[in-house]
């Protein structure tokens, strides 16, 4: 009895999605998003926003791109992400689609539906893809879990640790302890 064949979906499924509906395409398989909370977005705001004005006021190179916004990590059509914050330092990288290939820092935020996605399918994806900093920012745990892939290290903080970059050898550091659940 012959194997049943799994559907493989390209980039072009993506964009053929209705109007509103977001879905993420790791290797071929399509995984749904769901809205943000307000906590999420909360997080979201905070962070972009420390990461922009510290390059903003360092005169830095790098950009900080917030979801939606379309990464393709790598040079096929089956792998097309929308990281909650994308950093990306390689202005050749990107064009009006998005960012073409792996951006130097990326943050997840954690929701109930995301956290297989975000825990085990992106970290794999993003280390192969050559992301350099990976950062887990779960609000239901009060922790951010950093990955500097670059130097092959994890670690954990709470919410009311300062939090270093690596992409910015420790010069930025963001404290999340005022953010509400």
């Known amino acids: ?22 879905a993420e395409l790791i290797d071929g398989k399509i995984y749904d998003m769901a809205p943000p ?16 004005n510290y390059i903003d006021n360092n005169n830095g190179s790098c950009s900080v ?18 990281p909650d914050i994308s950093v990306i330092c390689n202005p050749d990288k990107l064009d009006d689609k998005g960012c073409n290939g792996a951006p130097d820092w990326v943050i997840e935020i954690v929701s109930p539906s995301s956290q297989r996605m975000d825990y085990m399918i992106k970290l794999f994806k993003y280390r192969t893809a050559g992301v350099r900093e990976y950062w887990i920012v779960d609000s239901l745990k009060n922790r951010i879990t950093v990955y500097n892939f670059e130097e092959d290290t994890m670690q954990e903080y709470t919410f009311s640790e300062d939090i270093p970059a690596g992409t910015y050898q420790g010069k930025l550091t963001i404290n999340l302890s005022n953010i509400q659940n």
Do not use: C, W
């Open 65 to 82: 791109y917030i979801a939606p916004f379309a990464v393709f990590l790598n040079e096929d059509d089956k792998n097309y992400v929308e």
């Open 37 to 52: 909370s307000a906590t999420h977005q909360r997080i979201l705001i905070a962070l972009s926003t420390a990461i922009y």
């Open 1 to 22: 009895m012959p194997l049943l064949k799994e559907d493989i979906y390209t980039i072009k499924d993506i964009y053929a999605l209705p109007d509103g509906e977001r």
